[in-house]
């Protein structure tokens, strides 16, 4: 077997007419001093993982005053909703994390 035979067996993925299926997810935080969250994750993966998990790497927590939540191109992005079905044709999807203060 050739080490390109090898390469390909060892990353199907890289393979001419294999896709590659996951996407790249970048989450700002206008409020956070830290770079963008980015991540590669399945079209499967549902938003509500991807804003817990940047919440996680923005430091930031839930709390009884504020709620927190993603935005994509200036509307609200529903928990249930998929990566893929944000990213649409594009292998990429940019969303924001919001914070919205609670008046009581």
């Given at each position: 077997m ?9 990353h199907?993925?890289?393979q ?7 996407l ?8 956070a001093?830290?770079?963008p ?8 993966e549902?938003?509500?993982?991807i ?6 790497y923005f ?18 992005v529903v928990?249930?909703?998929?990566v ?17 203060l609670?008046?009581?």
């Amino acid at each position: 077997m050739s080490a390109t035979q090898k390469e390909q067996k060892d990353h199907p993925q890289d393979q001419p007419g294999h896709e590659h299926t996951e996407l790249k997810v970048t989450v700002t935080f206008p409020l956070a001093a830290k770079p963008p969250y980015e991540a590669e994750v399945e079209p499967t993966e549902m938003a509500e993982a991807i804003r817990v998990a940047a919440m996680s790497y923005f430091g930031v927590a839930e709390e009884p005053t504020a709620t927190y939540y993603l935005t994509h191109k200036g509307d609200r992005v529903v928990a249930t909703d998929t990566v893929g079905g944000l990213a649409g044709e594009a292998r990429a999807v940019k969303v924001t994390l919001t914070k919205e203060l609670i008046q009581g």
